[in-house]
Nanobody, 120 residues
Framework: QVQLVESGGGLVQTGGSLRLSCAASGSIFGINNMGWYRQAPGNQRDLVAT???????NYADSVKGRFTISRDNAKKMVFLQMNSLKPEDTAVYYC??????????????WGQGTQVTVSS
């Protein structure tokens, strides 16, 4: 059974930094794209950043220059370094990954979410 487990959320003041981590575990043949979404109360879940297995990255305009996504393929982990945090970054952050279960089956998985709160 495949799981994604996030860690690193918390409460920080405006201008502060946090680093989110997400670890994939279970019967995994390989991992394609990994990334982060976020959802604030009353809002839809929005893309924050993604990274391919080769290291190509994509960011939402609202976080460019402040957030950095990275991954460790050997450890099956993805990270999100968040700097210069703003109150509008407050949300539940979800890890996601496109995981190959075998040579034929690929599925999208989500983590349980971790709360990030930025106080003004």
């Amino acid at each position: 059974q495949v799981q994604l487990v996030e860690s690193g959320g918390g409460l920080v003041q405006t201008g502060g930094s946090l680093r989110l981590s997400c670890a994939a575990s279970g019967s995994i043949f390989g991992i394609n794209n990994m990334g982060w979404y976020r959802q604030a109360p009353g809002n839809q879940r929005d893309l924050v950043a993604t990274i391919t297995s080769g290291g190509n990255t994509n960011y939402a305009d609202s976080v460019k220059g402040r957030f950095t996504i990275s991954r460790d393929n050997a450890k099956k982990m993805v990270f999100l370094q968040m700097n210069s945090l703003k109150p509008e970054d407050t949300a539940v952050y979800y890890c996601h990954a496109t995981i190959r279960l075998n040579e034929v089956i690929t599925r999208l998985y989500w983590g349980q979410g971790t709360q990030v709160t930025v106080s003004s």
